[in-house]
Each structure stands twice: as structure tokens, then as C-alpha cells.
């Protein structure tokens, strides 16, 4: 294994290729969590999941355990560990605290991470001691932008709205779908882990040209869909996935500085009722006015990818959320959202969306697991050490703001992605 070190990162990205050790090498993924994760803006979790004063959920950012909470009305994102003998705080996946209390030694600590008491460890002195020592700490930098919560573990790097960039449109563009302007997660969260590097999943994402292989069997069961029920349904998401093989060599994708893109939307839509979907057209635009709103349904993408964590789309209310575990082992969270003074249909419609692709029982999903998997075993063979991202390099074009285009089978998104990995891998990106 080669001592991190000594790991010549630069030369392991090309214009049209990537080592393979990007995807199996221990030593880089720790680099990785270090480099990349711990200086990224990272979602944490969403201001409905917390409605109360004193309510907390628990996640892992870069691999660290940290706790979103409701401090009277103003949110806080704390390490989960105890200043005391560094067990984690918070053991459930959610719930209520009035105080946090360890349970190695009964410490109790306020919603904002304050030192209430030290139980028995009373005899001490407490001059000798930092203040900021006794506490449950705060994460460098935390922000809410429209109800989603994104923390980032360093000081070091872009503020927030420089990171994300032109990609905050996605965000922005779910929120303004809804007709009072807020959105509120759907209780239950879909949760897969599955036996492969990280990067996969977001370069599957906007890859156009896999459906019509590793779909091929729920593309078939997909062309039998009742496309004359308004009710959404399982078979209306493969029957779309069938129809767009024929027309993504024409779709574009557009990336954006920092590894984030998107790509154009496919043949799915959300199947309501027309009595539902007049209802829904009437508030939002007594919200938005005709043509804002005519702006905000036309904003047509299939999946954005905000680098390197989220998968978002927002016609359809759902995003993906990966969290690296291991250099073969990636966890995925699912959640969807509901436009608040929508029908109720719109509601049931994305979450039978996201059934059908990220539930456990999901064919399609299962379709980019299994490949997820054959590739991280394929990629610890020595037959070659690149792996070729080549496709409409030579056509893609890009503009003086550094944002680019390409069409159809481009591997344009994976290219981007790795030239933000670079940055990020060599250090430079905290001196940009």
C-alpha cells in the first residue's frame, strides 16, 4: 500500500481518464474524507425534520457523528461527543432532549451544546480549563438556506453560496414549486448501502448512455405501463426510463465549477389527476403570477448533482444523499418532500416516484447496485489502470465562466467531477 504521503495525486486524473486507484485504494479515501468531505459543504438535514424546541436528529458527515438541533428556534450542529471521556451524546436516530444527557457519566449539556452539569465529576478545577473544553462543540460553519441545512466541518474554503453556485437553482427551483414557498420532508427516509466506492453513484447519475443495458428488464416492464391512469404507478417510471433511451443522445448536460451539474429532464412527470393539476397551477401562481410560474415548471432537469453528496430532483420532490463509509462501501439516504399547499396527489405521486426507484423492492435500483458492485470487483484486477471517461471531449464546449455543455452519451459530468476531485485532492482548493 503506498503511504498517503507519497501518493502523486495529480498524476492520477487526465482530461479523459482516472487511475483506478481513485476507487480502491484505502489511503486515498482517507485523503478524501480529509480533503473533500471535511472541507465541502455538506447537507445535514432539513428544518422540518426538527419543528420544536429541544427535537435532534443524528447523521455522519465525513465520517463523524454530529447532531442537527432545535435550540429554541435556531438551529445547531454539534459533534456528537462529550468533552468528558468522548462518548457520543446522542444514541437515537431522532428524538427530544431536555437536556442532552452522556450516558457513560451523566453529563448534561444544553441544546446549544452548553455545559448544564458534570454529575458527580464536580472536583475539579474548573480554571485550568478551557470553557470551550467543557462543552459539546459547534461545527466551523452551519447554514439554512430555505429550510435545507448544510454545515461545513473547516473554516478553510468558499462561504456557501460561492461554493454552490450556479447548482443553488436546483434547490431553489423545488422550494418555488411549492405554493407557499416552503417544503416539509415526508416522514420515513429510504436507506441502501451497497459494496462500492462513492463516486460511482454520482457519475451513474447523469450517465445517459447505461438505461438501455443494465435497465433493459424493467424497461420492458416499463412499456406495458397504464399510461391512461391518473394515478402514478411503478410502471409509469420504467415505461418513461423505455421511452428515453430513444432520446437521451439528445439530451444536454451542464456542468458548473466545483463538480456540480445537471441533466436534462427525461419523459416522466409526475401523473396527477387534471383536476389536481388545476388546483396546484391556480395557487402557485397566485403566488408567483403566470409567468414565473410557467418559469419555474419549464426549469426541466432530470437529476442535479450538487458535488460531492446530493442528488436532487426537484420536479419530482426526491433527493439522494450519499455518505462514503468505506473505500467499497457507500450508504444512500432517500428523502422526499412535500410542496406545502399542494394537493395532496402531488404528494402521493413523488413518493410512489421514489418507491420505484429507491425503495428496496425498486428493480431499477437493484439494476445499479448489482453494477455498482460487479465494477468495484472488476477494478481490483491489474488488466489496465485507467478508466476512460473519453466520450464528446472533443465536442463539449464551454464558456468564459467556466460552466460547460455537452449532448446525449458525454461523459462531460464525470470529467467535471474529477477536475473538482483534483482540486480538492491536491489542496489547492482551499486556496482558491
Same mark, same amino acid.
Given at each position: 500500500?503506498?503511504?498517503?504521503?507519497? +501518493?502523486?495525486?495529480?498524476?492520477?486524473?487526465?482530461?479523459?481518464?482516472?487511475?483506478?486507484?481513485?476507487?480502491?485504494?484505502?489511503?486515498?479515501?482517507?485523503?478524501?474524507?480529509?480533503?473533500?468531505?471535511?472541507?465541502?459543504?455538506?447537507?445535514?438535514?432539513?428544518?422540518?425534520?426538527?419543528? %420544536?424546541?429541544?427535537?435532534?436528529?443524528?447523521?455522519?458527515?465525513?465520517?463523524?457523528?454530529?447532531?442537527?438541533?432545535?435550540h429554541h428556534n435556531d438551529i445547531?450542529?454539534?459533534?456528537?461527543?462529550?468533552?468528558?471521556?468522548?462518548?457520543?451524546?446522542? &444514541?437515537?436516530?431522532?428524538?427530544?432532549?431536555?437536556?442532552?444527557?452522556?450516558?457513560?457519566?451523566?453529563?448534561?449539556?444544553?441544546?446549544?451544546?452548553?455545559?448544564?452539569?458534570?454529575?458527580?465529576?464536580?472536583?475539579?478545577?474548573?480554571?485550568?480549563?478551557?470553557?470551550?473544553?467543557?462543552?459539546?462543540?459547534?461545527?466551523?460553519?452551519?447554514?439554512?438556506?430555505?429550510?435545507?441545512?448544510?454545515?461545513? /466541518?473547516?473554516?478553510?474554503?468558499?462561504?456557501?453560496?460561492?461554493?454552490?453556485?450556479?447548482?443553488?437553482?436546483?434547490?431553489?427551483?423545488?422550494?418555488?414549486?411549492?405554493?407557499?414557498?416552503?417544503?416539509?420532508?415526508?416522514?420515513?427516509?429510504?436507506?441502501?448501502?451497497?459494496?462500492?466506492?462513492?463516486?460511482?453513484?454520482? &457519475?451513474?447519475?447523469?450517465?445517459?448512455?447505461?438505461?438501455?443495458?443494465?435497465?433493459?428488464?424493467?424497461?420492458?416492464?416499463?412499456?406495458?405501463?397504464?399510461?391512461?391512469?391518473? #394515478?402514478?404507478?411503478?410502471?409509469?417510471?420504467?415505461?418513461?426510463?423505455?421511452?428515453?433511451? %430513444?432520446?437521451?443522445?439528445?439530451?444536454?448536460? +451542464?456542468?458548473?465549477?466545483?463538480?456540480?451539474?445537471?441533466?436534462?429532464?427525461?419523459?416522466?412527470?409526475?401523473?396527477?389527476?387534471?383536476?389536481?393539476?388545476?388546483?396546484?397551477?391556480?395557487?402557485?401562481?397566485?403566488?408567483?403570477?403566470?409567468?414565473?410560474?410557467?418559469?419555474?415548471?419549464?426549469?426541466? #432537469?432530470?437529476?442535479?448533482?450538487?458535488?460531492?453528496?446530493?442528488?436532487?430532483?426537484?420536479?419530482?420532490?426526491?433527493?439522494?444523499?450519499?455518505?462514503?463509509?468505506?473505500? %467499497?462501501?457507500? &450508504?444512500?439516504?432517500?428523502?422526499?418532500?412535500?410542496?406545502?399547499?399542494?394537493?395532496?396527489?402531488?404528494?402521493?405521486?413523488?413518493?410512489?416516484?421514489?418507491?420505484?426507484?429507491?425503495?428496496?423492492?425498486?428493480?431499477? /435500483?437493484q439494476d445499479d447496485l448489482a453494477?455498482?458492485?460487479?465494477?468495484?470487483?472488476?477494478?481490483?484486477?491489474?488488466?489496465?489502470?485507467?478508466?476512460?471517461?473519453?466520450?464528446?471531449?472533443?465536442?463539449?464546449?464551454?464558456?468564459?465562466?467556466?460552466?460547460?455543455?455537452?449532448?446525449?452519451?458525454?461523459?462531460?459530468?464525470? #470529467?467535471?467531477?474529477?477536475?473538482?476531485?483534483?482540486?480538492?485532492?491536491?489542496?489547492?482548493?482551499?486556496?482558491?
Open positions: 500500500m503506498t503511504p498517503s504521503d507519497l +501518493i502523486d495525486l495529480p498524476a492520477l486524473v487526465k482530461k479523459d481518464r482516472v487511475h483506478r486507484d481513485v476507487y480502491i485504494d484505502p489511503e486515498i479515501f482517507k485523503l478524501e474524507m480529509e480533503r473533500i468531505f471535511n472541507r465541502s459543504w455538506l447537507f445535514v438535514g432539513h428544518n422540518s425534520q426538527i419543528p %420544536d424546541s429541544g427535537d435532534f436528529i443524528t447523521t455522519r458527515l465525513a465520517n463523524q457523528s454530529v447532531v442537527m438541533v432545535n445547531h450542529v454539534l459533534f456528537n461527543r462529550c468533552p468528558h471521556r468522548g462518548a457520543k451524546v446522542c &444514541e437515537f436516530e431522532r428524538g427530544n432532549a431536555h437536556p442532552f444527557r452522556c450516558p457513560y457519566h451523566g453529563w448534561a449539556f444544553d441544546t446549544d451544546g452548553r455545559l448544564l452539569s458534570s454529575s458527580l465529576h464536580t472536583d475539579f478545577d474548573k480554571s485550568t480549563i478551557d470553557e470551550s473544553d467543557l462543552k459539546m462543540r459547534s461545527l466551523a460553519r452551519v447554514i439554512n438556506h430555505r429550510g435545507f441545512v448544510f454545515a461545513c /466541518l473547516t473554516t478553510e474554503g468558499p462561504g456557501f453560496e460561492e461554493a454552490l453556485g450556479p447548482i443553488l437553482s436546483a434547490i431553489d427551483n423545488l422550494v418555488d414549486r411549492s405554493p407557499s414557498g416552503e417544503v416539509e420532508l415526508i416522514p420515513g427516509i429510504h436507506r441502501h448501502v451497497f459494496p462500492g466506492n462513492w463516486k460511482m453513484q454520482l &457519475e451513474n447519475i447523469q450517465d445517459a448512455a447505461h438505461p438501455r443495458f443494465i435497465h433493459t428488464s424493467s424497461n420492458e416492464a416499463g412499456s406495458k405501463g397504464r399510461q391512461e391512469e391518473f #394515478r402514478m404507478r411503478a410502471e409509469d417510471v420504467m415505461s418513461g426510463n423505455n421511452d428515453a433511451v %430513444d432520446i437521451l443522445d439528445a439530451s444536454d448536460a +451542464i456542468a458548473f465549477p466545483g463538480g456540480h451539474s445537471y441533466m436534462a429532464a427525461i419523459p416522466i412527470r409526475i401523473k396527477v389527476s387534471p383536476e389536481a393539476e388545476k388546483e396546484y397551477l391556480t395557487v402557485l401562481e397566485k403566488r408567483h403570477g403566470p409567468d414565473k410560474t410557467e418559469s419555474i415548471l419549464s426549469d426541466s #432537469r432530470h437529476f442535479n448533482v450538487i458535488y460531492p453528496q446530493i442528488m436532487l430532483q426537484s420536479a419530482f420532490q426526491t433527493m439522494k444523499v450519499l455518505r462514503p463509509v468505506a473505500v %467499497d462501501r457507500t &450508504e444512500v439516504s432517500v428523502y422526499v418532500f412535500r410542496l406545502k399547499g399542494a394537493p395532496e396527489e402531488y404528494d402521493n405521486a413523488a413518493m410512489q416516484f421514489a418507491n420505484a426507484t429507491n425503495s428496496a423492492a425498486s428493480v431499477i /435500483l453494477t455498482f458492485a460487479n465494477i468495484q470487483e472488476g477494478l481490483t484486477t491489474s488488466a489496465s489502470d485507467w478508466v476512460l471517461f473519453a466520450n464528446g471531449l472533443e465536442t463539449d464546449t464551454s464558456d468564459a465562466q467556466g460552466v460547460s455543455s455537452g449532448q446525449g452519451f458525454t461523459e462531460l459530468p464525470m #470529467r467535471n467531477q474529477f477536475v473538482a476531485w483534483s482540486k480538492y485532492m491536491s489542496a489547492s482548493h482551499a486556496d482558491d
